[in-house]
């Protein structure tokens, strides 16, 4: 053994992408294609936290690319008056939702909206009591 010779390294060579290979994982990040199938696509099959590694600032241009393009359409036919579009912009993007309440009439009250006027006549005397004023109640006498 010569020992003016350095040591091969053993194991596999470092990972060296190619830009054929970085375009090919933008797109597919792009085309929202999971980690696991765009590692199985390059050079035959690489492991994901070797994609993450080596491609990460591709896998992030890729979904940023895709998400503009389709928020973009999203925006459009918002604006163009597609009506799904519009509650989906509105929901996912003002936090809108839809929320069903529930009321319980019991058979012998004929009336809920008396029923109604009772509590909200009953709240004002209650936020007289505590507060020192009624709100509706107060505007509407005074």
Not at 44 to 53: Q, S
Not at 85 to 98: Q, V
Request: charged share 30%.
């Amino acid at each position: 053994m010569n020992i003016s010779q350095p040591r091969k390294r053993a194991g596999r060579k470092p990972m060296r992408p190619t830009a054929d290979e970085r375009q090919q994982v933008e797109l597919l990040a792009g085309y929202g294609l999971p980690l696991e199938q765009i590692a199985a696509v390059i050079r035959g099959g690489i492991d994901v936290k070797t994609l993450t590694k080596h491609f990460r600032a591709e896998l992030l241009r890729g979904w940023a690319l895709a998400n503009s393009k389709v928020a973009q359409r999203l925006f459009e036919k918002a604006l163009s008056g597609d009506t799904a579009a519009l509650i989906f912009w509105c929901k996912a993007r003002m936090g809108w939702s839809e929320r069903q309440q529930h009321e319980i009439i019991r058979a012998d009250e004929p009336d809920p909206e008396a029923r109604r006027e009772q509590l909200r006549a009953h709240l004002g005397l209650v936020f007289k009591e505590v507060y020192g004023w009624g709100g509706a109640m107060d505007e509407a006498s005074g």
